[in-house]
C-alpha cells in the first residue's frame, strides 16, 4: 500500500515529471536525430531517479532545468511554484517563480504575473520588506492593482506603519470603490495613541477628530477622547466623549461607563448620575450598569437595600458577576452556617469569573479578557465585544 504522506509529497514532482515528458514527447520528432535528443531523456530519467529516492530538491533543480520558460511552461512553472507555497515550502517556491523571472524573453504581463506571485512567497515567508518592493513595483506597472494594495495594507499594519497604512487605505478605496472609512479611522486612532503615549495631547486629539470625521461612529475614537479630557481634567468634554458611545456602538457601553461616572462625579453631578444609570438600564440592560447602580443604592440606603435591587435584576436576567457582587454585599449581614455557605459559593463564582473570558470577536470566535480592537486571530477591526449572556454582560 502506498503511504499517503509520501504520495502528497511527491504529487507536484509527478505532475511535474508527467509534463515533462509530454514535452519531450512534443519535441521527439524534431530532435530524435541529435544529440542533444539523447542528453533531454537522460536529464528526464536523472529527474525520475531522484524523485524516487525521495531526493526532492534534486529533482525539483534537474526539472525546471529541462522544463523551459516560455509561452506553453510558463503556466506550470507558476503553478509548480504555487504549490509549493501552499505546502508551505516557500524557499521551493521562491525559487521556481525567481527562475521564471529571470527569463528575458518573457513578455511584460507574464513577468508581472511573475512577481505577483513572488512577492506572495515573499509574505509567506515574513519578508515584508522584499515584498513591499514588489507590490510597490506592480502598482508602478499597473499592474494587479487591487491586490497588491490589499497585501500593502496588511504589510503596513503588521509594521504599524499607520501613515502609509492610511495612505494605502485611501488608494483601495478609490480602485475597488468599497469604503474602508472603518480601518482608517482606527489607523487614526493608532497615531493618536502614540502621541497621547508621548504626551503630546493636543496632536492626539487632532488625531481622534480626523478619526471622527472619517467614520462617525468610530467609538474608539470617542473612547479615547474621553480619556485624554478625563486625564487632562476637562470632565465636561471627556463626560461628553463617553456619552457619545451609546449612539456609536452600545455594545461597547460598559467600557465608558465607570469613567463617565467618575466625570459626573468630580463635576459634583450627582442627579445626573443616577439619571444616566437609569436610562442605561432601561434601555439596554447589562450587569455592569445594574452593579453600578446597585454601588449607587448601596452608598445611599446600605448593603441590604443594595441586595434586594440586585436579587431583582437576577431574577430577570441571571448573571454570574451579579451573583457574585451579591454574596459579597450578603457577607455583612449574614452569620454562622449561612455566613460559611456564602463563602463557599463566592469562591466557586469567583473561580468561574476567573476562568471565563471577557470578549468574543463577531467575525471569527476568538475569545480573550482584553479588547483588542484589531482581532489577533481573523485581523477584523471592530469586531470584538463584550460577551452577553450570563456569563458576561
Not at 34 to 52: P, V
Not at 313 to 333: A, E, M, Q, T, V
Not at 358 to 365: L, N, P, S
Amino acid at each position: 500500500m502506498i503511504d499517503n504522506t509520501l504520495l502528497i509529497t511527491v504529487l507536484p514532482f509527478i505532475v511535474l515529471a508527467f509534463l515533462l515528458g509530454a514535452y519531450i514527447g512534443r519535441t521527439k520528432s524534431k530532435k530524435e536525430r541529435s544529440s542533444s535528443s539523447y542528453t533531454l531523456k537522460s536529464d528526464y530519467f536523472k529527474g525520475l531517479n531522484y524523485l524516487l529516492n525521495e531526493q526532492t530538491d534534486k529533482a525539483i533543480d534537474v526539472f525546471i532545468g529541462l522544463l523551459e520558460v516560455g509561452d506553453e511552461t510558463f503556466e506550470t512553472h507558476i503553478s509548480l511554484g504555487n504549490l509549493y507555497r501552499q505546502r508551505g515550502e516557500v524557499d521551493q517556491a521562491i525559487k521556481v517563480h525567481q527562475n521564471v523571472i529571470s527569463k528575458p524573453s518573457l513578455s511584460i504581463n507574464k513577468r508581472n504575473d511573475a512577481l505577483y506571485e513572488l512577492a506572495r512567497d515573499y509574505m509567506h515567508a515574513g519578508l515584508l520588506d522584499r515584498a513591499e518592493n514588489l507590490f510597490q513595483e506592480l502598482l508602478e506597472k499597473q499592474s494587479h492593482i487591487q491586490p497588491a494594495l490589499k497585501y500593502l495594507l496588511s504589510i503596513y499594519q503588521q509594521e504599524h506603519d499607520w501613515d502609509a497604512a492610511i495612505l494605502i487605505a485611501k488608494k483601495l478605496e478609490a480602485a475597488s470603490n468599497q469604503l474602508f472609512s472603518k480601518q482608517i479611522a482606527h489607523f487614526y486612532c493608532e497615531l493618536a495613541l502614540i502621541e497621547k503615549k508621548k504626551g503630546n495631547t493636543t496632536a492626539a486629539l487632532k488625531l481622534v477628530k480626523k478619526a471622527l470625521g472619517t467614520d462617525k461612529q468610530a467609538a474608539r475614537a470617542s473612547i479615547i477622547e474621553g480619556q485624554i479630557e478625563q486625564q487632562s481634567g476637562n470632565f465636561k468634554e471627556a463626560s461628553r466623549a463617553f456619552r457619545r458611545v451609546e449612539q456609536q456602538d452600545a455594545l461597547l457601553i460598559s467600557e465608558v461607563m465607570d469613567s463617565l461616572l467618575q466625570c459626573y462625579k468630580e463635576l459634583e453631578n450627582g442627579k445626573e448620575i443616577t439619571s444616566y444609570l437609569e436610562h442605561i438600564l432601561d434601555n439596554y440592560g447589562g450587569i455592569t450598569s445594574v452593579l453600578l447602580y446597585a454601588e449607587q443604592i448601596r452608598l445611599s440606603s446600605g448593603n441590604k437595600a443594595a441586595a434586594l435591587f440586585v436579587v431583582e435584576s437576577l431574577r430577570r436576567k441571571p448573571s454570574i458577576r451579579g451573583l457574585n457582587y451579591l454574596i459579597d454585599i450578603s457577607l455583612d449581614f449574614t452569620k454562622g452556617t449561612a455566613h460559611k455557605n456564602l463563602l463557599i459559593l463566592q469562591e466557586i463564582t469567583s473561580k468561574l469569573l476567573d476562568d471565563k473570558p471577557v470578549y468574543k470577536c463577531t467575525q471569527c470566535g476568538f475569545k480573550g479578557n482584553s479588547l483588542f480592537w484589531h482581532c489577533p486571530s481573523c485581523k477584523s477591526w471592530s469586531s470584538i465585544k463584550p460577551i452577553q449572556g450570563i456569563e458576561g454582560e
